[in-house]
C-alpha cells in the first residue's frame, strides 16, 4: 500500500497502461476525458448523474456521452460519493474526483495505491450492490436537458487557493524583550486559547525590508529551528501560529513552543547528502521543497 499525494498524474498514467479499468467518480467534468484513459466495452464509469447533480453543473452528461461513444459502459449512482479507479490489478481510493477542481491543484487531494486481490474482490463486491442505473441514449438525453454549467470555475475570481503549507528552516534570533511584544504574545495567546508559554516568536526590526520567512509564512507554515547559540541543535518542527505582525519597532512571527531537539551534528551529514542546502547562522530566508521539508522531518523522526 503507498500514500500519494497529489494523485492525478500518478491515477492516469496507471489507467492509461491497463487493459481493462474501472472509474467511480462522484462527479465529472469535461477534464475527466484526459483524466480518465477509458476507451472500451470493458471499461466502466460509475458517477452520480442524478438529475440534482446534473443540474447544479456538478457532473457533466455531455462528457458521459463521450464516453459512450468510445464504448465504455456508463452508470449512474445516485447519493454516489466514493472516488475509486481500478487498473487491471491496482487500486486507487482516496479523495479525487474527476473534475477539473480536482485536477488543477485548486484542491489539496490524496489517495492511496492498494496491489491486494482480496481488497480488490471486496472493491467489486461493493460495486455490485450498488444501486446502479445504466445510462443509455434515452437517459443521455433527458440528462442534457438538464444540465447547467457550474458558476464556479478553478482561477476565477474567489476561487479557493492550495491550503498546502510551507516549510522553512531557519536560526534562531533570540526573543526581544519589550512591552509591545510581551502584550502582543498575551493577546495572542487568549484568542487562540493558549497560554502565553505555549508562544514562542522570531522577530526582526520592523524599519527594514522583512526576510522572506516574515513576508511570506503563513497560519499552520511548518518551521524547523537551528539553535542560534548552539549551532548543534535543530529543534523539532513547530508550526506558525498567525502570519507576522509588526508591534512597535519589531516585525514579530508567532511559533507555537517546541520542546524536543537532537543534536545537529548527527542529521547534518545526512541533510548534506540529501541535497539540502541548509541556512548561513542568521539567515531566515530558506524555504524549503515539499521533498527536502519530508526528508528532513524523517531525519528528525529517527533521531529522536
Known amino acids: ?168 528552516i531557519t536560526w534562531t534570533q533570540g526573543e526581544h524583550e519589550s512591552e509591545d511584544v510581551d502584550d502582543y504574545v498575551e493577546r495572542l495567546a487568549e484568542a487562540e486559547g493558549l497560554d502565553a508559554e505555549e508562544i514562542y516568536y522570531v522577530t526582526t526590526s520592523a524599519n527594514r525590508e522583512p526576510a522572506r520567512l516574515f513576508k511570506e509564512a503563513r497560519r499552520g507554515d511548518e518551521v524547523f529551528i537551528i539553535d542560534h547559540d548552539d549551532a548543534k541543535r535543530l529543534y523539532e518542527p513547530v508550526r506558525v501560529i498567525a502570519p507576522s505582525e509588526v508591534v512597535g519597532d519589531r516585525r514579530v512571527l508567532a511559533l507555537e513552543w517546541g520542546e524536543d531537539s537532537v543534536t545537529f551534528r548527527r542529521l547534518l551529514r545526512e541533510a548534506l547528502a540529501a541535497g539540502m542546502n541548509l541556512p548561513e547562522s542568521g539567515k531566515t530566508e530558506h524555504a524549503l521543497s515539499r521533498q527536502k521539508a519530508a526528508a528532513l522531518r524523517k531525519m528528525f523522526l529517527r533521531a529522536t
Open 1 to 168: 500500500m503507498q500514500f500519494i499525494g497529489s494523485p492525478w498524474p500518478t491515477i492516469t498514467a496507471e489507467l492509461r497502461k491497463a487493459k481493462t479499468r474501472t472509474a467511480v467518480t462522484a462527479y465529472l467534468t469535461s477534464s475527466a476525458e484526459k483524466m480518465l484513459p477509458l476507451k472500451g466495452k470493458h471499461d466502466r464509469l460509475f458517477v452520480d448523474a442524478s438529475p440534482g447533480t446534473v443540474a447544479a453543473g456538478l457532473t457533466d452528461p455531455n462528457v458521459i456521452e463521450r464516453f459512450m461513444e468510445r464504448k465504455v459502459r456508463c452508470y449512474s449512482v445516485e447519493g454516489l460519493h466514493a472516488k475509486v479507479y481500478l487498473a487491471d490489478g491496482v487500486m486507487f481510493c482516496g479523495s479525487p474526483n474527476a473534475t477539473a477542481n480536482s485536477s488543477s491543484g485548486q484542491l489539496e487531494e490524496a489517495c492511496v495505491r492498494v496491489k491486494n486481490a482480496s481488497l480488490i474482490s471486496e472493491f467489486e463486491g461493493w460495486l455490485a450492490a450498488l444501486r446502479w442505473e445504466r445510462i443509455d441514449d434515452v437517459l443521455l438525453e433527458q440528462l442534457k436537458t438538464k444540465y447547467k454549467p457550474p458558476k464556479w470555475r478553478p482561477g476565477h475570481r474567489g476561487a479557493k487557493k492550495s491550503a498546502q503549507a510551507q516549510s522553512w
